[in-house]
């Protein structure tokens, strides 16, 4: 490439394809060079690291390991497709409440991504397209609230996808794929989890995710 001043650097692509090399990297990218050399990559996070940066991959899945709930998935699993979504109360959505409950007070700060694919998977098998389609956004014919319903329970949200969650939980809790950056310290509990924040923002996203939920039922057949 030629700047204005009429030098010309020479930018040299990955082996991977995806991302440029750099010679501190051993002409790879960043994120080939810390799978290749896992404990130089932490030498140079550690001496050249700035909150501007994203959050490695290893020390986010540490947090997740600590912070996400691991156990009971099935019975959230339940709780979720045979009280909240079949019987669509209040009353449905308190047991969901108490569980998420139970669990923040164990210092925890929501679910794996992994475990609500599972999940919403399963809703999908189980329900097919009775609550609407995820293939066509927000709208008449959308399952939406059941996208959202799911992604406010998790954790990790920059593993939120569209094709695993839904393209509107990947837009208004995945963050269209964003990477967290700074500390794990900035990194918030899931939406349901936001009740009664301290943190104006965090309460707003928990109203957002309570409206998103308040009015779950089947679609009424046409046929």
Known sequence: MRTR?????EFNMCRCGQYYAAPIFKNRCSQCFSIKYPEKWQKIIKDQWTPAHH??????DAFVDEYAIN?????????????VIAVPTCRG????????????AKGKLGIRAKD???????????????????????????????QHL?????????????????????????ELGKKPR???????????????????NHRLKFRFWAESTNDIRPMVSTS
Request: some cysteine; glycine content about 10%; aromatic content about 14%.
């Open 182 to 200: 700074g500390l794990t310290n900035d990194i918030p509990p899931c939406a349901i989890m936001m009740k009664n924040s301290n943190i104006h």
């Open 116 to 146: 609500a694919a599972d999940i919403y998977r399963k809703f999908k098998e189980t329900y097919g397209n009775r609550f609407g389609r995820d293939d066509i956004g927000v709208g008449q014919g959308s399952n939406w609230r059941i």
């Open 93 to 104: 959505l308190s047991v969901l409440f108490q569980f998420m409950n139970h669990f923040k």
């Open 55 to 60: 959050i490695p991959r290893n020390i986010l």
């Open 150 to 174: 799911i992604a406010g329970l998790i954790l990790d949200y920059w593993n939120i996808t569209s094709n695993d969650h839904g393209p509107v939980a990947y837009c208004y809790y995945g």
């Open 5 to 9: 001043s009429g030098k010309t650097y």
């Open 71 to 83: 156990v009971n998935i099935k019975l959230l699993e339940y709780t979720i497709l045979q009280v």
